[in-house]
């Protein structure tokens, strides 16, 4: 199994690794990986690999989980000008830092705002999807009270402001049913397949399993922006929200 970089230092932005296998000369996996793999509603990383030997670069455009690897897939025109990668190729991996770091900023962001729907409304997420610019958050919720959700993204943005540290841990799953009345706010719950948790704690906030990148501090976020509500069907609701670029000025 390729070992996850990511999972307990979401700030890496460079790493070295050696190439395990390659597949259509063009699906890399390596011995070890900082590149999020698209999962949990979280879009992959993108960026580079730059082969040691000669310096010759391959644009990674997706990776994703696939049998407990990895894999990278690199852009065709990586290749320019040199063979392709081979097994056993020392590399060095470059991620495209400025969209880890927004979707970073995303996901600390969907963690914040779900837990206040869920306190405030008693609301369970259904499903996520992080986006560069937008992103959406679906909860089950009978009474659908869309004056509510000023509210909640106050609420949001003052903890947000309150600079709440956020920490990683991997525990086993055993020890994390033990710890936690929830392992997720998921209303489907958590696979049964998985036997070690990674759970992300908002100081003073919440504390619950999952494998996305996150941020270290709320603050980061800036502030978030509820851009629409939709009604998808019988309790089936849709929330939309964005970043802020400056700091909500709240205390």
Not at 47 to 55: F, I, S, T, W, Y
Request: charged residues 30%; glycine residues 10%; proline residues 1%.
């Amino acid at each position: 199994m390729t070992e996850a970089l990511y999972f307990l230092d979401c700030y890496l932005k460079e790493f070295e690794a050696t190439v395990e296998k390659v597949t259509e000369g063009k699906y890399i996996v390596l011995d070890r990986t900082a590149f999020y793999p698209e999962s949990g509603g979280q879009p992959s990383d993108t960026g580079k690999l730059v082969r040691e030997r000669d310096g010759a670069e391959f644009k990674v455009v997706y990776a994703g989980k696939f049998n407990g690897d990895i894999s990278h897939e690199i852009s065709p025109e990586g290749e320019t000008g040199s063979e392709g990668l081979k097994v056993g190729d020392r590399v060095k991996g470059i991620i495209d830092w400025d969209r880890r770091y927004r979707h970073m900023r995303m996901h600390t962001a969907t963690h914040v705002i779900a837990n206040v729907i869920e306190k405030e409304a008693g609301a369970q997420i259904t499903g996520n999807q992080l986006g560069l610019d937008q992103s959406r958050v679906d909860f089950s919720l009978e009474a659908f009270d869309r004056e509510k959700f000023a509210e909640y993204e106050k609420i949001a943005n003052e903890i947000i402001a309150e600079n709440h540290s956020v920490n990683l841990y991997l525990v086993s799953r055993k020890e994390a049913e033990e710890r936690l009345s929830r392992l997720t706010t998921l209303a489907k719950g958590f696979s049964e397949e998985i036997t070690e948790v990674r759970l992300v704690e908002i100081e003073g906030v919440t504390i619950e399993a999952c494998g996305g990148s996150h941020l270290k501090n709320t603050g980061e976020i800036k502030g978030i922006k509820i851009e629409k509500l939709q009604n998808k069907g019988k309790s089936n609701r849709r929330m939309y929200f964005s970043l802020l670029d400056q700091a909500s000025g709240l205390k």
